[in-house]
């Protein structure tokens, strides 16, 4: 059977999905607090002095206590909701009451006016007003549906006229997002996919096609390939035809009502997406299941004519021989995260002696130690608290390696490690005043924050977070040193600056509204962008826009707002194919249209709720963790969550959930297997979330553990432990068994873990204060 998936009814009505809330009220909180304040009165005194408005919902416990205790509320409808709470009540009655007319009036205005709001529809699901308006619209009568139509179709045909004529997307859009479910909504997502398919964005396609009729979603709503994991259709046929067939009830996603598009020729192009992006198996299954459903359908596909099953299987066994096609989706390169190396088919194997080692420098009041798994903290000191002091991911673009600390960039030569365009250590840019804020907490220390320095690329730019790591608090200077910036650098021009945000004029206004770069941006041809976030404790998560060639600020849009254990900003944005994804590792995952930066849902994870401060939980030690983007799921490890999440990208909605797992870092996915690492390594099957093995053993008890980030590299997995950096293949063995490798032994002095980072020469490790190289012992294979 496919995995249980998290399916939420909708079945209450649309005011009491809207008057629903995440958080608990402070009232109620108050009353407990009081309550056990009748047993123990200085508790009960104190949580009554912190159980108003502005701070009952975001305990997080006192630092000098033996327990730190995170608060589960997350708060995600904006205030500004309650303009609209009276219109969604009004319509729902209305639609309740069969009063078409002025239901489809007051869903106008909802869409028009308020429709990039937020508002929960499920437990843990949040949707925009638009969508949620859309599939009201989507669920009429018949009657009712063309009355609609009547209205908005003069000027749904006229976006789709113009789009169609320039072959234009920006008017197919407008009439997707704003008129739906006209009479030339399933149009324009049929002229959005090709267009789509055409720049290569082959699941940005698969995302439109799939909105032209509810059929070509299982009945749950899982996509076909996530859907029939695990099932054997030539035995399970039977069971799964009715998966296919009409449907009674409504979709619980939005898919157009009623289409008159042939939907055996819609899921033609369903297989040749897969096809053309490269996915065998999944096009294998996907046209197992046409064959089943459509096997006499004929039309023209792809320049020929004829049978679709027939012309489908003769381009999927011709793909064979093809060149798999570069991913365009992730159109960014974040050093460290699982977008950091392109896929490579072979296995490599690195020689134990380096071709150079240079200093990483760190700039800060505490130096790390110069072994964090040697003598000064002796055996006590485990690999899991050194792995603190690994903050340096390395960034490799072409002959070139990109790294930064707090206050500067560094470009060093790939070859030979040598400064690229400068002398001393390589800096190429450099922050004049920066704070000397900690780069790690000392051992002991009541904190869970920790620095992470990764850099991005795209195209001939990279970009980097420096200054303040510490998030503004109330009170705090306002002096550049004091600042968080992002900067944007041209390597054409030996690491030129183009633009640094905030400007030095604006970081007065920057600090005086406790503003702060969590990361990196990430950028597409245009635009770049970057997690922020405002306050500590009590932390503001959100998305930001700036334009590519200025960095001058284009939309800011607000995720959610929670209670925080850390001090410090890592978070990371994912850019899929005109998609933001953002694990605000707040409560909530995100996804928001880069063009408009609206949010187009929000999912609320399950936190968790704190940890001893003298041995927290391992994943509140998570860094680089950005949103991965795999086969239509959204996988995400967020730190305040002991499980791992994968969401459907288009719909936000649930498919699996990890059992709880102690991992640090998710590598990507290989081989069908998605790949986690900690003190053990961890498959996990990635259509159905179901782990599959653990190296070396159940919590790896008696072998060594992981010590700082691996990589997914061709078709294995380099795991670096104290000792050596083992390899390990991402396809499983017979009996589901992990297949080990020759590993590398680190001989050197000093050598104790790290972060790796691959060049066409060499195996890369970032300690705590050396960047090592290690020389591929078959460096004739292509670049990757």
Same mark, same amino acid.
């Given at each position: 059977?496919?995995?249980?998936?998290?399916?939420?009814?909708?079945?209450?009505?649309?005011?009491?999905?809207?008057?629903?809330?995440?958080?608990?009220?402070?009232?109620?909180?108050?009353?407990?607090?009081?309550?056990?304040?009748?047993?123990?009165?200085?508790?009960?005194?104190?949580?009554?002095?912190?159980?108003?408005?502005?701070?009952?919902?975001?305990?997080?416990?006192?630092?000098?206590?033996?327990?730190?205790?995170?608060?589960?509320?997350?708060?995600?409808?904006?205030?500004?909701?309650?303009?609209?709470?009276?219109?969604?009540?009004?319509?729902?009655?209305?639609? $309740?009451?069969?009063?078409?007319?002025?239901?489809?009036?007051?869903?106008?205005?909802?869409?028009?006016?308020?429709?990039?709001?937020?508002? $929960?529809?499920?437990?843990?699901?949040?949707?925009?007003?638009?969508?949620?308006?859309?599939?009201?619209?989507?669920?009429?009568?018949?009657?009712?549906?063309?009355?609609?139509?009547?209205?908005?179709? +003069?000027?749904?045909?006229?976006?789709?006229?113009?789009?169609?004529?320039?072959?234009?997307?920006?008017?197919?859009?407008?009439?997707?997002?704003?008129?739906?479910?006209?009479?030339?909504?399933?149009?324009?997502?049929?002229?959005?996919?090709?267009?789509?398919?055409?720049?290569?964005?082959?699941?940005?396609?698969?995302?439109?096609?799939?909105?032209?009729?509810?059929?070509?979603?299982?009945?749950?709503? $899982?996509?076909?390939?996530?859907?029939?994991?695990?099932?054997?259709?030539?035995?399970?046929?039977?069971?799964?035809?009715? $998966?296919?067939?009409?449907?009674?009830?409504?979709?619980?996603?939005?898919?157009?009502?009623?289409?008159?598009?042939?939907?055996?020729?819609?899921?033609?192009?369903?297989?040749?997406?897969?096809?053309?992006?490269?996915?065998?198996?999944?096009?294998?299954?996907?046209?197992?299941?046409?064959?089943?459903?459509?096997?006499?359908?004929?039309?023209?596909?792809?320049?020929?004519?004829?049978?679709?099953?027939?012309?489908?299987?003769?381009?999927?066994?011709?793909?064979?021989?093809?060149?798999?096609?570069?991913?365009?989706?992730?159109?960014?390169?974040?050093?460290?995260?699982?977008?950091?190396?392109?896929?490579?088919?072979?296995?490599?194997?690195?020689?134990?002696?380096?071709?150079?080692?240079?200093?990483?420098?760190?700039?800060?009041?505490?130096?790390?130690?110069?072994?964090?798994?040697?003598?000064?903290?002796?055996?006590?000191?485990?690999?899991? %608290?050194?792995?603190?002091?690994?903050?340096?991911? +390395?960034?490799?673009?072409?002959?070139?390696?990109?790294?930064?600390?707090?206050?500067?960039?560094?470009?060093? %030569?790939?070859?030979?490690?040598?400064?690229?365009?400068?002398?001393?250590?390589?800096?190429?840019?450099?922050?004049?005043?920066?704070?000397?804020?900690?780069?790690?907490?000392?051992?002991?220390?009541?904190?869970?924050?920790?620095?992470?320095?990764?850099?991005?690329?795209?195209?001939?730019?990279?970009?980097?977070?420096?200054?303040?790591?510490?998030? +503004?608090?109330?009170?705090?200077?306002?002096?550049?040193?004091?600042?968080?910036?992002?900067?944007?650098?041209?390597?054409?021009?030996?690491?030129?600056?183009?633009?640094?945000?905030?400007?030095?004029?604006?970081?007065?206004?920057?600090?005086?509204?406790?503003?702060?770069?969590?990361?990196?941006?990430?950028?597409?041809?245009?635009?770049?962008?970057?997690?922020?976030?405002?306050?500590?404790?009590?932390?503001?998560?959100?998305?930001?826009?700036?334009?590519?060639?200025?960095?001058?600020?284009?939309?800011?849009?607000?995720?959610?707002?929670?209670?925080?254990?850390?001090?410090?900003?890592?978070?990371?944005?994912?850019?899929?194919?005109?998609?933001?994804?953002?694990?605000?590792?707040?409560?909530?995952?995100?996804?928001?249209?880069?063009?408009?930066?609206?949010?187009?849902?929000?999912?609320?994870?399950?936190?968790?709720?704190?940890?001893?401060?003298?041995?927290?939980?391992?994943?509140?030690? %998570?860094?680089?963790?950005?949103?991965?983007?795999?086969?239509?799921?959204?996988?995400?490890?967020?730190?305040?969550?002991?499980?791992?999440?994968?969401?459907?990208?288009?719909?936000?909605?649930?498919?699996?959930?990890?059992?709880?797992?102690?991992?640090?870092?998710?590598?990507?996915? &290989?081989?069908?297997?998605?790949?986690?690492?900690?003190?053990?390594?961890?498959?996990?099957?990635?259509?159905?979330?179901?782990?599959?093995?653990?190296?070396?053993?159940?919590?790896?008890?008696?072998?060594?553990?992981?010590? &700082?980030?691996?990589?997914?590299?061709?078709?294995?997995?380099?795991?670096?432990?104290?000792?050596?950096?083992?390899?390990?293949?991402?396809?499983?063995?017979?009996?589901?068994?992990?297949? +080990?490798?020759?590993?590398?032994?680190?001989?050197?002095?000093?050598?104790?873990?790290?972060?790796?980072?691959?060049?066409?020469?060499?195996?890369?490790?970032?300690?705590?204060?050396?960047?090592?190289?290690?020389?591929?012992?078959?460096?004739?294979?292509?670049?990757?």
């Amino acid at each position: 059977m496919h995995p249980a998936a998290e399916r939420q009814s909708n079945s209450s009505t649309w005011a009491r999905r809207c008057e629903a809330r995440t958080t608990a009220l402070p009232d109620r909180r108050l009353g407990r607090a009081l309550t056990i304040g009748l047993l123990i009165s200085f508790l009960g005194l104190w949580l009554a002095l912190s159980s108003s408005p502005a701070s009952g919902q975001r305990f997080v416990g006192p630092r000098s206590s033996e327990r730190f205790e995170l608060s589960t509320a997350v708060q995600i409808e904006d205030d500004d909701i309650q303009k609209a709470r009276p219109h969604l009540a009004r319509a729902e009655a209305l639609l $309740q009451n069969s009063s078409w007319d002025d239901a489809i009036e007051t869903l106008g205005l909802l869409i028009d006016q308020h429709g990039s709001r937020v508002v $929960q529809v499920a437990d843990r699901r949040y949707l925009s007003i638009r969508e949620l308006c859309h599939r009201q619209l989507a669920r009429l009568p018949a009657s009712a549906l063309a009355l609609y139509r009547e209205r908005v179709d +003069p000027t749904a045909e006229q976006w789709y006229r113009e789009g169609l004529a320039a072959r234009d997307a920006a008017p197919l859009e407008q009439l997707v997002r704003l008129r739906f479910c006209s009479s030339y909504g399933d149009d324009a997502l049929d002229m959005l996919a090709q267009l789509a398919l055409e720049r290569g964005e082959f699941a940005r396609a698969r995302q439109y096609w799939q909105q032209i009729s509810p059929l070509l979603r299982l009945v749950d709503g $899982q996509t076909v390939w996530v859907g029939l994991a695990g099932y054997d259709l030539a035995q399970d046929w039977d069971e799964l035809r009715s $998966q296919f067939g009409e449907r009674d009830a409504a979709p619980t996603w939005l898919a157009y009502p009623g289409t008159d598009l042939d939907v055996a020729s819609i899921r033609a192009r369903l297989v040749l997406t897969s096809i053309l992006e490269g996915s065998r198996e999944r096009a294998r299954l996907e046209l197992d299941v046409f064959r089943r459903l459509h096997g006499e359908a004929a039309g023209r596909l792809a320049g020929r004519s004829g049978p679709y099953a027939k012309t489908l299987a003769a381009l999927l066994r011709e793909s064979e021989t093809w060149k798999l096609p570069d991913d365009t989706g992730e159109q960014t390169r974040v050093a460290g995260s699982p977008f950091g190396v392109r896929s490579r088919r072979g296995r490599r194997l690195a020689g134990e002696n380096p071709i150079w080692i240079r200093p990483l420098t760190h700039q800060g009041d505490l130096s790390p130690p110069s072994n964090p798994l040697g003598s000064r903290f002796g055996r006590s000191f485990s690999a899991s %608290r050194a792995e603190r002091f690994f903050v340096f991911h +390395p960034l490799t673009v072409g002959p070139y390696i990109f790294f930064n600390n707090q206050r500067d960039v560094f470009a060093l %030569r790939s070859l030979d490690g040598k400064p690229a365009w400068s002398s001393g250590l390589g800096s190429i840019h450099n922050l004049e005043e920066a704070n000397p804020v900690r780069t790690s907490a000392s051992p002991g220390s009541q904190s869970l924050d920790a620095a992470c320095f990764a850099m991005t690329t795209r195209g001939n730019r990279i970009y980097a977070r420096i200054g303040a790591r510490s998030l +503004p608090t109330e009170g705090a200077p306002v002096s550049q040193k004091y600042s968080s910036f992002v900067v944007c650098l041209g390597i054409e021009r030996e690491g030129e600056q183009v633009w640094q945000v905030p400007r030095r004029d604006k970081v007065s206004r920057f600090l005086s509204e406790k503003w702060s770069f969590e990361g990196p941006p990430v950028a597409d041809d245009k635009y770049a962008y970057v997690g922020m976030r405002r306050g500590d404790l009590w932390s503001e998560a959100f998305v930001a826009c700036l334009d590519g060639q200025t960095g001058e600020l284009r939309w800011r849009t607000k995720i959610c707002a929670a209670g925080s254990v850390q001090k410090t900003a890592n978070n990371l944005l994912t850019l899929h194919q005109g998609t933001l994804y953002y694990n605000t590792n707040l409560g909530a995952i995100a996804a928001l249209d880069a063009a408009t930066g609206e949010i187009r849902w929000v999912y609320r994870y399950e936190r968790a709720d704190g940890g001893r401060w003298s041995r927290p939980p391992a994943h509140f030690f %998570r860094k680089l963790n950005p949103c991965l983007i795999h086969d239509g799921l959204v996988i995400v490890d967020p730190l305040d969550s002991e499980y791992i999440v994968a969401l459907d990208a288009t719909t936000g909605e649930r498919v699996w959930q990890s059992v709880p797992i102690i991992s640090r870092h998710l590598l990507g996915v &290989g081989q069908g297997n998605l790949i986690a690492t900690g003190r053990s390594v961890w498959w996990f099957n990635a259509r159905t979330g179901k782990l599959e093995a653990e190296w070396s053993g159940k919590d790896n008890r008696n072998s060594p553990r992981g010590a &700082g980030r691996g990589i997914l590299y061709g078709t294995v997995i380099y795991w670096p432990t104290p000792e050596n950096i083992q390899v390990l293949d991402q396809k499983l063995g017979p009996n589901r068994l992990p297949v +080990p490798r020759p590993q590398l032994t680190l001989k050197q002095d000093g050598l104790g873990g790290g972060n790796l980072a691959v060049t066409a020469q060499a195996l890369l490790l970032a300690t705590d204060d050396k960047l090592v190289a290690f020389p591929w012992l078959d460096s004739d294979e292509p670049a990757p």
